[in-house]
């Protein structure tokens, strides 16, 4: 029982599922327009910037501790940096500017490229880190997650 409890709050089953998250909206936010579309897109913009900030602040110095998963970690913040830069643009248009859809395609394109990763990042984890290790990054992940949602849906305002 234990085992089920620990692997439902593990760092990499939570990140998993934050994926899977986003993948919904992203599908979702291609069957709609005008407000809707916008809906969307800000939660999507605030999903996506909490897990990047969340995964910098916790999941990240994680792997740089091991010598298996350091080598990991700049590409991955290249991509949050890229994803990033693309979301304050999309911000900055409206749903119905033809570049709207266009980025929001090379955003989508742009996290399915970081997502193909998971696989390759999460078993060297796995190998790495105990159950224990990823229970407690998954408690911190939580934790730290919590506190930066105000800042992010502040920044979403801006």
């Not at 994680?62 to 304050?88: D, P």
């Not at 248009?93 to 390759?120: A, D, G, N, R």
Request: some cysteine; aromatic content about 6%; charged content about 35%.
């Amino acid at each position: 029982m234990a085992k089920t409890q620990a692997k439902s709050t593990d760092i990499l089953s939570l990140i998993e599922a934050e994926h899977r998250q986003v993948e919904k909206l992203f599908a979702e936010s291609e069957k709609v327009k005008g407000a809707k579309l916008v809906e969307q897109f800000n939660q999507i913009y605030i999903e996506l910037i909490l897990h990047a900030k969340t995964e910098e602040l916790v999941f990240y110095p994680a792997l740089r501790e091991y010598e298996e998963t350091e080598q990991y970690v700049e590409e991955a913040e290249e991509e949050h940096e890229e994803v990033s830069v693309i979301l304050e643009e999309i911000k900055a248009l409206k749903p119905t500017q033809v570049e709207f859809k266009e980025k929001m395609s090379e955003l989508k394109e742009t996290l399915e490229h970081h997502l193909e990763e998971e696989s390759e990042i999460f078993n060297p984890v796995r190998e790495c880190m105990s159950d224990w290790e990823l229970t407690e990054l998954g408690q911190e992940f939580q934790e730290t997650k919590a506190k930066l949602v105000s800042n992010v849906e502040a920044a979403l305002a801006m």
